[in-house]
């Protein structure tokens, strides 16, 4: 497909998700997937501040299974793809993703807010920060994980994603497609 066709097929995307990254975002996209034509390249365009990045995953892996069934599926962007949403891009092909102009882009590490309150036997005091620990060393791998797919193909490495995401990192559309993060800007 050359770029004038692609162009064409990206304005025109058959599933629009916008808002939140979370349980109503899927059933949406899967409402939306189910409804979509089943042959073609399919666009998928995503506007939100961010969310569930384990959603977001589950939207991502869905994607996948569709490409490795043989379907082309693009990525657009548009206005704000935060958090959850750069999360759900890099599960695209670097080549398969795509913003509109101005948007911005944000990458940053997951976080959690949670109070463990210690009481009871020692043995059962430890448990709970073990278990407290594991559940945080495991978002530590799967963070980690879509940082990586992030920067596959791009001119970015896993180290700069770690080095600038606690500080929020945004980017714009301009940005990302200068950092190879992007194919594009639409």
């Given at each position: 497909?050359?770029?004038?066709?692609?162009?064409?097929?990206?304005?025109?995307?058959?599933?629009?998700?916008?808002?939140?990254?979370?349980?109503?975002?899927?059933?949406?996209?899967?409402?939306?997937?189910?409804?979509?034509?089943?042959?073609?390249?399919?666009?998928?365009?995503?506007?939100?501040?961010?969310?569930?990045?384990?959603?977001?995953?589950?939207?991502?892996?869905?994607?996948?299974?569709?490409?490795?069934?043989?379907?082309?599926?693009?990525?657009?962007?548009?206005?704000?793809?935060?958090?959850?949403?750069?999360?759900?891009?890099?599960?695209?092909?670097?080549?398969?993703?795509?913003?509109?102009?101005?948007?911005?882009?944000?990458?940053?590490?997951?976080?959690?807010?949670?109070?463990?309150?210690?009481?009871?036997?020692?043995?059962?005091?430890?448990?709970?920060?073990?278990?407290?620990?594991?559940e945080i060393e495991?978002?530590?791998a799967i963070e980690?994980?879509?940082?990586?797919?992030?920067?596959?193909?791009?001119?970015?490495?896993?180290?700069?994603?770690?080095?600038?995401?606690?500080?929020?990192?945004?980017?714009?559309?301009?940005?990302?497609?200068?950092?190879?993060?992007?194919?594009?800007?639409?």
């Open positions: 497909m050359d770029d004038t066709d692609r162009n064409n097929v990206l304005t025109a995307p058959q599933l629009r998700l916008m808002g939140s990254v979370d349980e109503a975002m899927y059933a949406e996209f899967r409402n939306q997937l189910n409804a979509a034509p089943s042959d073609g390249p399919l666009v998928i365009a995503l506007t939100t501040l961010g969310g569930n990045p384990e959603i977001a995953r589950a939207m991502a892996d869905d994607v996948r299974l569709l490409r490795e069934a043989g379907r082309t599926i693009y990525f657009l962007g548009k206005a704000a793809v935060y958090s959850a949403g750069a999360t759900f891009m890099a599960g695209f092909p670097v080549e398969c993703r795509f913003l509109t102009r101005d948007t911005t882009l944000l990458v940053h590490e997951r976080q959690i807010q949670r109070t463990i309150s210690l009481s009871g036997p020692l043995r059962s005091c430890t448990a709970q920060l073990k278990a407290a620990l594991n495991q978002s530590i980690e994980a879509g940082f990586r797919s992030l920067a596959e193909g791009s001119d970015v490495d896993l180290d700069e994603i770690r080095g600038k995401a606690p500080e929020n990192w945004y980017m714009s559309s301009e940005d990302a497609r200068e950092r190879g993060l992007i194919a594009n800007i639409i």
